[in-house]
């Protein structure tokens, strides 16, 4: 509408003046209908291994370092996850800092760190670790979003890639991006609750390194609040984790009723 009116405009200020023929505007080709985001999601999934590679695993476990390059912290990390039920624990170590534990073992989502003591997550914050702990969330079930659309073909971290719109079944919304050429997630720009309130968090991730059968990320960079810290993995074991390393802690078996 705004462009129309401007060109009544013009021609209202000079009605008289002698107007030559336009040159004919050569026509530019139709733009490539974007991929539909479940596709996507599907050839991401293809070339991490296959759908029967990522169910015919039960359990990780994956050992690394992470840092905080603009503080110089650095430490070690471990993660473990497993599926039916989805759990999940991660162990840090800082120097300096101490021990920081946080996990979701099926029911519970906690948190304990020395800064913060024994916490438990209530409300929307255990409903997103009880999303984020899924086992199979490469998959990107639909059962666990209300949508999964493709936003555009755009560039993240210096490369084409796709973004995909995933809407929470909370409401929120979650962005993945899906590198054009090689189809495998380069990163995703996530919203989180937590204690200091609701959070955006931009991952770049890469160094696909293949683990067993399936393509596994080695690295991650996440930036939360204009903070940077960097994840390393060296090590990945499948289908070797013992259940109990899921059981929460004393201090945090104390606040579950």
Not at 2 to 30: C, D, I, M, N, T
Request: glycine share 8%; proline share 6%; charged share 25%.
């Amino acid at each position: 509408m705004f462009l129309r009116s401007a060109a009544l405009a013009v021609l209202f200020v000079v009605p008289f003046q002698a107007q030559a023929p336009a040159p004919a505007k050569a026509e530019q080709p139709a733009a490539a209908p974007l991929p539909d985001g479940r596709e996507i999601v599907e050839r991401h999934v293809k070339a991490i291994g296959g759908r029967a590679a990522l169910l015919g695993h039960k359990s990780m476990h994956a050992v690394g370092t992470l840092a905080v390059p603009a503080s110089g912290i650095t430490g070690t990390i471990e993660i473990f996850s497993a599926a039916n039920p989805d759990r999940v624990k991660v162990k840090t170590s800082v120097q300096g800092i101490g021990e920081m534990q946080e996990g979701f073992d099926g029911s519970h989502g906690w948190m304990l760190t020395p800064m913060t003591g024994p916490m438990l997550k209530v409300e929307k914050e255990l409903q997103q670790a009880k999303l984020d702990a899924d086992f199979y969330g490469e998959l990107r079930d639909p059962k666990k979003y209300l949508s999964i659309t493709t936003v555009e073909k755009t560039t993240f971290d210096g490369r084409p890639c796709y973004k995909v719109a995933l809407r929470r079944i909370d409401g929120a919304e979650d962005f993945d991006y899906y590198d054009v050429a090689t189809g495998l997630r380069a990163g995703s720009i996530n919203t989180r609750e937590s204690a200091m309130g609701t959070m955006t968090v931009t991952s770049v991730v890469g160094g696909y390194k293949k683990f067993d059968n399936l393509l596994v990320v080695t690295t991650q960079s996440q930036k939360v609040m204009g903070v940077e810290q960097t994840l390393t993995v060296t090590s990945v074991e499948f289908d070797k984790v013992d259940p109990a390393v899921f059981t929460p802690p004393d201090p945090i078996k104390a606040l579950i009723k």
